[in-house]
């Protein structure tokens, strides 16, 4: 395909389109018109495509899914079969619009912005567009996200809608029309500044060749739109950013925003309300938070006054904005103005209350509920499109065109029932923009259909500022009537080309001096210090049941080993619970242990529980150290237990446990040494303590202390093998094995070693925050270090006292296992829950 004087021809070799790029006379295509000539603005980029090839454009193909994957970008999708945490689809191409025809976008999203913002105030205020009959009482009052406690509030500034977004589809006549208002939550913008700096990168020179307009001003705008509003009482203003959770689809985005905006990323349980104020449970005490940038639905946002059934939100928050303690962004019960019902009246209302005609026009909405559309609807059926007037309706858009016979008839009639349920809409013809596949050896144009999302803020002036871009989406399939993400739909970044050199600046972070730094995060929630500290012994935990199955499962497979030792080795897994007990045959129990879904306690159930402990606290982790973990719970879901032999298990724990070296050596490498890395550090040591205190006790008491087979087993579950063979070249003995792993003070591995550096950091959280005293640790060291191993040797002491001796030592190692977990406890009721007298203290100050 080549192009002369801005005219498709031909083909060439490398980049073929499907070709020539299908032109219809029903839909407007963004690359060319309707003579099939390229478009001005779009000629650079299309002269780009032709000089390269199609190795050359893979490659930056491969750059971008590279950098998805790096990044961690993904779009969780339910019961994807690709997973939850699937990749977020980004196309190579970028779709252009011209500075000539965003203006008029920009100024119609702006306008739309400002007159949703006082349709909230109205239905939350007066009432007078009820009243008057501009907007039906039935749309308002029956729309679940219709608040009623929030009658009455008067926003702060008078500004409901803080950040807008409203998706928008190009006609066949070239003109953009509304599809969507989106007023509750927006999604979506922190995808767009990805996909910028994504494809930024893939075309450089092209980027800053066509002056593409910077999307910085959007955050700025964002950012202090909600610092200067939130009603601080001359404090320093701490704004959060609310999310329901990793599972939510756009979960990738809260975190994105929450860098970039510089606000801590908390959920419900992070924040409480004490005295009409809300609270951020930090892990130094309460701090007062003044506004909340949320991502969770009106109605999941309280569930004191709003859903009772609710466990994402803040009990009291709605108090607490009554009150005009804290600004929520955007305002409870804004999520009423995205029934689709509504948009047919939104130009009489802003003749109404301003004088002057939308910008952008709809495409054509009419509700049923609306003497005579509904008959018009019947009629006209084949050209629209059904949707509910209601979010409590979970059906899909429904194409009249599409259906047979039948359910036509049956639509019919659930339209004649009730009509008052039901919107309908113009089918739009969606335009149409290239994206680039590759294709064997060659590459390809095709056309897809898209939309896109716009996004505005609101600014000091009472106005909004809008996003010279947006969010463009893809339709999956050559075909599709509908452009959805949740339907394996992909992205485009949307460039806005500039007539003059491009002001303003990309987005760069605020300049720091010598006075602004930070040695400590000061808004550190007490979650994800709590999903660090479990993170940690999480980590701990399957590190020590990996070593623990390997050493049972190679005695197990060794039939020439010693008996002795095998069977000392299987009954401390038995005492320590790491093998589920039963009537099956020893193999079978042992898979069990290690792949067992049902079984609470098998090594893949706690693999999940670090999995799920790590995506808490993903923001906390480098990008190394997600990945690893990433990989270690894609293995471990790989494996399937009816196919797998002991030799295959016992390879899998061999790698298991250079995947959890990894993690140990990010923890301590990656990882800045603040709170959160100190409590992950006092997890793992405590799990540590405790399965080494258990383990040596029950090995005591086993009956297998002096049998180097079983010794040797023991030093493994130490990791202290080599150690031990470097500088006894003998074979293992109790004495020095019992000195290796118990009083030795420079191994890792050593008892001594864990309780001294976990009562280091619980002397650190003493000095720092004033933790209880008896969380310390140096009666328990001094008891270990009192103990004698000469009483081990002296020849005066029959077999009795000797088995005495281990019985004692054995009681002590229960003793520190114990108290081990009564740290465990106290650590999670200070800091965690925040129920002690400290905390009550941090309030009432």
Not at 171 to 185: E, F, I, N, P, S
Not at 486 to 506: C, N
Not at 666 to 684: E, K
Not at 745 to 761: D, G, K, M, V, W
Request: glycine share 8%; hydrophobic share 40%.
């Amino acid at each position: 395909m080549t192009v002369e004087n801005g005219r498709v021809h031909s083909r060439v070799p490398d980049v073929r389109p499907a070709c020539p790029l299908p032109l219809t006379a029903t839909a407007y295509h963004e690359l060319l018109d309707a003579n099939g000539d390229v478009r001005p603005h779009w000629q650079r980029l299309y002269r780009q495509l032709q000089r390269s090839s199609a190795a050359q454009l893979r490659q930056r193909q491969e750059l971008l899914a590279r950098q998805i994957q790096e990044n961690g970008v993904t779009y969780n999708v339910y019961a994807d079969p690709k997973g939850t945490d699937r990749p977020w689809e980004l196309d190579l191409l970028p779709n252009l619009l011209s500075a000539e025809e965003w203006q008029p976008i920009a100024h119609g999203v702006a306008q739309r912005a400002r007159l949703l913002n006082a349709v909230l105030a109205d239905v939350y205020g007066e009432q007078k567009l009820i009243a008057e009959g501009l907007l039906p009482s039935e749309l308002v009052f029956g729309h679940t996200s219709f608040l009623w406690p929030c009658q009455g509030l008067q926003a702060i500034g008078g500004t409901y809608l803080h950040s807008y977004a409203v998706d928008l589809a190009r006609d066949a006549d070239g003109h953009w029309h509304v599809l969507a208002d989106r007023t509750q939550a927006p999604s979506g913008a922190g995808y767009v500044l990805e996909n910028r700096q994504i494809v930024s990168r893939a075309f450089p020179e092209l980027y800053r060749d066509l002056r593409v307009q910077y999307l910085a001003g959007y955050f700025r705008a964002l950012q202090e739109t909600l610092i200067r509003q939130a009603p601080s009482d001359g404090e320093t203003p701490l704004v959060v950013l609310l999310t329901p959770g990793r599972f939510n689809e756009t979960y990738f985005e809260h975190l994105y925003l929450a860098r970039q905006l510089g606000f801590p990323l908390v959920e419900g349980h992070d924040l409480t309300v004490r005295d009409a104020t809300l609270y951020l449970k930090t892990l130094g005490g309460l701090k007062r938070v003044h506004a909340v940038l949320r991502r969770l639905d009106d109605d999941f946002c309280d569930p004191l006054e709003l859903r009772t059934d609710s466990t994402l939100g803040v009990p009291g928050l709605l108090d607490a904005v009554r009150r005009g303690r804290v600004l929520v962004a955007n305002a409870l019960g804004s999520g009423v103005l995205e029934s689709p019902g509504l948009l047919g009246f939104l130009p009489a209302v802003n003749r109404r209350l301003f004088g002057e005609e939308l910008l952008l026009p709809t495409v054509g909405t009419r509700w049923c509920g609306t003497p005579g559309v509904l008959q018009e609807t019947l009629d006209g059926l084949d050209h629209l499109v059904i949707k509910p007037a209601f979010p409590s309706q979970s059906f899909e858009p429904v194409f009249g065109h599409n259906l047979p016979p039948h359910a036509r008839d049956a639509l019919r009639k659930r339209l004649q029932a009730r009509p008052h349920a039901y919107v309908a809409q113009r089918q739009a013809q969606l335009s149409q923009a290239p994206v680039w596949q590759a294709e064997g050896e060659h590459g390809a144009l095709h056309s897809r259909a898209i939309g896109m999302r716009v996004f505005a803020v609101a600014t000091a002036d009472g106005g909004y500022w809008v996003m010279p871009g947006g969010l463009t989406r893809v339709a999956s399939e050559a075909n599709a009537e509908v452009v959805s993400m949740q339907r394996g739909g992909a992205s485009k970044d949307t460039w806005v080309l500039a007539d003059r050199p491009v002001t303003g600046e990309p987005l760069r972070p605020r300049t720091l001096g010598v006075r602004d730094l930070i040695r400590q995060d000061p808004y550190l929630p007490s979650r994800v210090v709590e999903n660090l500290f479990w993170f940690g012994r999480y980590t701990e935990r399957c590190d020590d049941a990996a070593r623990l199955l390997r050493v049972v499962l190679s005695r197990y497979v060794d039939a020439d080993g010693d008996e002795q030792a095998r069977q000392a080795a299987l009954e401390l897994a038995e005492v320590l619970g790491q093998l589920p007990a039963g009537d099956q045959p020893l193999d079978r129990r042992l898979l069990n242990a290690l792949l067992d879904d049902d079984w609470p306690f098998s090594l893949r159930s706690n693999l999940r529980r670090l999995h799920w402990a790590a995506a808490q606290v993903r923001g906390r982790l480098s990008r190394e150290n997600w990945h690893a973990v990433l990989e270690l719970q894609q293995e471990v879901q790989g494996l399937d237990p009816a196919r797998m032999d002991l030799g295959d298990a016992l390879d899998f724990l061999s790698r298991l446990l250079m995947s959890l070296a990894a993690l140990s050596g990010f923890a301590l490498d990656d990882m800045t040494r603040d709170d959160g890395w100190r409590f992950l550090m006092i997890g793992r040591r405590i799990e540590r303590v405790r399965f080494f205190a258990d383990s040596i006790a029950g090995f005591l008491r086993g009956g297998a202390a002096w049998d180097p087979g079983a010794l040797e087993w023991l030093l493994e579950l130490g990791n202290s093998t080599i150690t031990y063979r470097s500088r006894y070249l003998a074979s293992p003995q109790l004495i020095p094995v019992l000195d290796l792993l118990l009083l030795h003070e420079q191994n890792p591995h050593a008892l001594r070693f864990q309780l001294q550096a976990l009562e280091r950091s619980l002397g650190r959280l003493h000095e720092e925050f004033g933790a209880p005293q008896e969380l310390m640790l140096s009666g328990l060291i001094g008891r270990l270090l009192a103990f004698d191993l000469g009483t081990l040797e002296n020849p005066l002491f029959g077999s009795d006292s000797l088995d005495e001796v281990l019985e004692g030592l054995a009681q002590l190692l229960g003793d520190i296992g114990q108290m081990v977990g009564q740290v465990s406890d106290r650590l999670a009721l200070r800091y965690f829950a925040h129920v002690d007298d400290v905390s009550q203290q941090t309030v009432s100050a």
